[in-house]
T-cell receptor, first 110, second 117 residues
Framework: GQNIDQPTEMTATEGAIVQINCTYQ??????LFWYQQHAGEAPTFLSY????GLEEKGRFSSFLSRSKGYSYLLLKELQMKDSASYLC???????????FGSGTRLQVQP | KAGVTQTPRYLIKTRGQQVTLSCSPI?????VSWYQQTPGQGLQFLFE???????NKGNFPGRFSGRQFSNSRSEMNVSTLELGDSALYLC????????????????FGPGTRLTVL
């Protein structure tokens, strides 16, 4: 079976740091992706992890622990435009399609 | 390089009708996947195509079908529409054969918002 869990909603303050967690249980693993989706728009790619550790890309970082089935997305120096849904997705071997979590809606407040 | 394009962007149909949605992948991308997104169920995988072959299929009824053409463009069809088919239908493309370190990231189109009345 496949199960990907994320918190439903989070609130943070402009300029702060927020960590969005994702836990997964899938029959196989071939990479974990984070996407950002603003209301009414398509998801846009943020980061990719396939090996354990931290991947940093500007204000966004993503961490993966395969043994724990755990990832997090870290957003630094939050801006109002970061208010969006953040989707955690796992790719299983033999396919390019992804299994998505239900997403975390982040609200950044002034 | 142009992104993934989907047509139409918005569609209104009535129950029992059928609909065809179109997706053009990023130039050079040969893999196309389709997803359905609803507020209650989130993003759910429909099917995945590569080189005109359906490679994987999600847990949707047979009313949902698709195909891919030789130029990698893809279409999906939903027959006998039901109210519950109202959703945002997203297409995503990825590059295959980029080598062992390729991420084969999926890039999404803007989606087709289907409303069934």
């Amino acid at each position: 079976g496949q199960n990907i869990d994320q918190p439903t909603e989070m609130t943070a303050t402009e300029g702060a740091i927020v960590q969005i967690n994702c836990t997964y249980q899938t029959s196989g693993f071939n990479g974990l992706f984070w996407y950002q989706q603003h209301a009414g728009e398509a998801p846009t790619f943020l980061s990719y992890n396939v090996l354990d550790g931290l991947e940093e890309k500007g204000r966004f970082s993503s961490f993966l622990s395969r043994s724990k089935g755990y990832s997090y997305l870290l957003l630094k120096e939050l801006q109002m435009k970061d208010s969006a849904s953040y989707l955690c997705a796992v790719r299983e071997p033999g396919r390019r399609a992804l299994t998505f979590g239900s997403g975390t809606r982040l609200q950044v407040q002034p | 390089k142009a992104g993934v394009t989907q047509t139409p962007r918005y569609l209104i149909k009535t129950r029992g009708q059928q609909v065809t949605l179109s997706c053009s992948p990023i130039s050079g991308h040969r893999s196309v996947s389709w997803y359905q997104q609803t507020p209650g169920q989130g993003l759910q995988f429909l099917f995945e195509y590569f080189s005109e072959t359906q490679r994987n299929k999600g847990n949707f009824p047979g009313r949902f079908s698709g195909r891919q053409f030789s130029n990698s463009r893809s279409e999906m069809n939903v027959s006998t529409l039901e109210l519950g088919d109202s959703a945002l239908y997203l297409c995503a493309s990825s590059l295959e054969g980029g080598g062992p370190r390729a991420t084969d990231t999926q890039y999404f189109g803007p989606g087709t918002r289907l409303t069934v009345l």
